[in-house]
């Protein structure tokens, strides 16, 4: 199984940026999708986005469209979520995930990272 490790979170003033990477321990195979979800304690895992890997189609929810932008990341196996103009309701533990079906839907994914907090103040 995949080991998906994230980084890249932080604390931002609202309108700034946080770029998240996600890094798969081995080759990432081009029918693959790596996604990122975001989960606010207390609520369900909520999809943020999804990019296939060979063919680089996108999958955004309505709430980051225009905003955050998901693609290859800088290094070989690795994934990267640019977020632009964050707002205080982007605040959320972010786990990135690897499935095989562009899907927003939590249990299509296979294998998670271990989550990465982004905190957007005020």
């Known amino acids: 199984q995949a080991q998906l490790v994230g980084s890249g979170g932080g604390l931002v003033q609202a309108g700034g940026s946080l770029r998240l990477s996600c890094s798969a321990p081995?080759?990432?195979?081009?029918?693959?999708?790596m996604a990122w979800f975001r989960q606010v304690q207390g609520k369900e895992r909520e999809f943020v986005a999804a990019f296939r890997w060979g063919v680089g189609r996108t999958l955004y929810a309505d709430s980051v469209k225009g905003r955050f932008t998901i693609s290859r990341g800088d290094t070989a196996n690795t994934a990267s979520l640019q977020m632009n103009d964050l707002k205080p309701e982007d605040t959320a533990v972010y786990y990135c995930?690897?499935?095989?079906?562009?899907?927003?839907?939590?249990?299509?994914?296979?294998?998670w990272g271990q989550g990465t907090q982004v905190t957007v103040s005020s």
């Open positions: 081995g080759r990432i195979f081009s029918s693959a999708v």
């Open positions: 995930a690897i499935g095989v079906d562009l899907s927003s839907v939590p249990s299509q994914y296979r294998d």
